[in-house]
Nanobody
């Protein structure tokens, strides 16, 4: 059974930082790419960052230069380091495999709230 468990969210002031974690189990971690997504109230879920099995990352324009995605294959965990946070980054953040996103893999997500 595949599980992707997100953690690390919280309340932070604008300009602050958070590090999100996505712990994976039940799948061949090292050969899969992953993505971090977010969904703000009233908006569609969007891709924020992706990382290949080789560790190469790509980012949405809205977070480029502020967010960094990286992975620890030994811990089967994908991270999202978020710096210089803005109120518009407020959302529930999720991880999933990428590019072949699977609906059954969506977890509970982790709430990030950035106050102005």
């Amino acid at each position: 059974q595949v599980q992707l468990v997100e953690s690390g969210g919280g309340l932070v002031q604008a300009g602050g930082s958070l590090r999100l974690s996505c712990a994976a189990s039940g799948l061949p971690f090292t050969i899969r790419g992953f993505g971090w997504f977010r969904q703000a109230p009233g908006k569609q879920r969007e891709l924020v960052a992706q990382i290949s099995s080789d560790g190469y990352g790509n980012y949405a324009d809205s977070v480029k230069g502020r967010f960094t995605i990286f992975r620890d294959n030994a811990k089967k965990t994908v991270y999202l380091q978020m710096n210089s946070l803005k109120p518009e980054d407020t959302a529930v953040y999720y991880c999933n495999v990428f590019p072949s996103v699977l609906q059954t893999y969506w977890g509970q997500g982790t709430q990030v709230t950035v106050s102005s």
